[in-house]
């Protein structure tokens, strides 16, 4: 079945919940679809985890649009969601809405996702109105890296969790159709989620959220030294891929592949004639 706005939203009103995974590239959607995870988002993450970057800043409208175009090629039911980069929707109203475009018209997402709270609802409610969905993203928002001073659990004082409750509902008024909670305290995400209408998706953030994501690297252990504290790992894909790229090595060296099976036949009579 294929999941849109309308579904996520429908899954919310039932009480059950959302899945989504990031993916990058057409191979991990196409498996990731295949798994029946509801949505798929392009996230601006591929910064780090495919390109090698130190963090999200450096990510272009560019890079966004060639990654969502591929894992668009590769999803048929799951929900597809990128990432607004750094600097593509905070310069002005017009931006955002130019750039949520391009990431529909180009990419092939069905919805955008942008970071921060009440500084952007007039560029949520424009993006909105011109029939792009918006998910909000709260809490530690990357992005921000330089303004928060490094990557910290957000909301802990009571000023700061009253903060973060009226940018949800604000985000909410504004039209966003789901809210991303990263590294917020669980009992306040769980307040969060009882008082929004839309469906909290959280990412370090318990259990109480109406979702769950996690970038499919980290609960892959791709990574084997970057484990942070709300990833749980379901695979050991790293350890098992290394393993298998040293005996693909051990075994071209020693000859042992490609073996007779790996190997195309030409008829004797045909090879003789040309020696
Ligand atoms: O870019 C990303 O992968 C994200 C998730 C961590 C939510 O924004």
């Given at each position: ?22 993916a ?46 591929a ?13 607004m ?180 036949k030409?008829?004797d009579?045909?090879?003789e004639?040309?020696?």
């Amino acid at each position: 079945m294929k999941n849109t706005v309308v579904t996520i939203q429908e899954a919310k009103n039932n009480k059950e919940k959302v899945t989504m995974l990031t993916a990058y590239d057409y191979s991990m959607a196409k498996l990731i679809d295949e798994a029946d995870i509801n949505m798929i988002l392009v996230g601006d993450s591929l910064g780090m985890v495919m390109l090698g970057y130190e963090d999200t800043l450096s990510v272009t409208m560019e890079d966004m649009i060639h990654h969502t175009k591929a894992v668009a090629r590769g999803a048929k039911n799951a929900l597809i969601v990128a990432d607004m980069p750094f600097m593509s929707y905070q310069t002005s109203i017009y931006d955002a809405v130019c750039n949520a475009g391009r990431l529909v018209k180009e990419g092939r997402a069905q919805a955008v996702k942008l970071e921060g709270g009440r500084e952007f609802a007039e560029h949520i409610k424009a993006i909105t109105n011109a029939s792009i969905p918006v998910v909000a993203h709260l809490g530690l928002t990357p992005q921000s890296l330089n303004a928060f001073g490094g990557f910290k659990v957000q909301g802990k004082s009571e000023e700061a969790a009253r903060k973060l409750i009226e940018d949800a509902v604000i985000v909410e008024e504004a039209g966003a159709v789901a809210v991303v909670l990263e590294c917020v305290p669980a009992k306040l995400a769980a307040l969060i989620t009882k008082k929004l209408h839309i469906p909290t998706i959280g990412i370090g953030a318990g259990a109480d959220c109406d979702g769950q994501v996690l970038v499919y690297q980290d609960m892959l252990a791709m990574f084997g030294d970057f484990k942070p504290k709300f990833v749980k790992r379901f695979g050991e894909i790293g350890k098992q891929m290394k393993e298998a790229f040293q005996t693909y090595s051990e075994e071209v060296k020693t000859g042992a592949f490609p073996a007779q099976e790996h190997t195309f036949k030409i008829e004797d009579d045909v090879i003789e004639k040309l020696y």
